[in-house]
């Protein structure tokens, strides 16, 4: 199957799953009522339901709070849901209070002083890697 076909039915179950009907005038309706772009047209809806389109990121996002659901699940499946989850967990327990809080400082500083931190972290990596055997 392909990825925009993929992406529509999980769409389907999505809008199923949280009590609306499957069909393009629910969907125009409901994602136009919560979006504050554009709207969208039911041509371009009816396309996300029949698996010819996928919908913007910042579209996906508000159907998938619309729907209930994670958006990287309602983008690309379940297991690539679960996969992120999973590595979000392990980043998060490989890491103390001291590490998210210069991971924070870090994320604070302009562009370029951010730059120079991952410089100077890859140069301490490599001299690491190469005095290990």
Same mark, same amino acid.
């Given at each position: 199957?392909? !990825? ?12 199923? =799953? ?5 069909? &393009?005038?629910?969907? !125009? @309706? *409901?994602?136009? %009522?919560?979006?504050? *772009?554009? =709207?969208? =047209? #039911?041509?371009?809806? %009816? ?19 619309? $729907? @209930? ?11 690539? /849901?679960?996969?992120?989850?999973? @590595?979000?967990?392990?980043? +998060? ?5 001291? !590490? ?6 870090? $994320? %604070?500083? &302009?562009? &370029? ?5 991952? +410089?100077?972290? %890859? /140069?301490?990596?490599?001299? #690491?890697?190469? @005095?290990? &055997?």
């Amino acid at each position: 199957m392909n !990825e925009k076909l993929e992406f529509a039915e999980r769409l389907r179950k999505a809008m199923l =799953s949280a009590g609306y009907e499957a069909r &393009p005038a629910v969907l !125009e @309706k *409901g994602f136009n %009522s919560r979006y504050w *772009g554009r =709207s969208v =047209s #039911f041509q371009a809806v %009816s396309r996300w339901l029949r698996g010819e389109a996928i919908p913007s990121q910042e579209k996906l996002q508000v159907l998938a709070e619309w $729907l @209930k659901v994670e958006p990287h699940a309602l983008r690309y499946g379940e297991e690539a /849901a679960l996969s992120i989850r999973e @590595k979000r967990k392990q980043w +998060e327990e490989a890491l103390d209070y001291r !590490e998210r809080e210069a991971i924070e400082q870090y $994320l %604070s500083l &302009p562009a &370029p002083q951010r730059k120079i931190v991952r +410089e100077v972290i %890859s /140069a301490f990596a490599q001299v #690491f890697s190469e @005095k290990t &055997p």
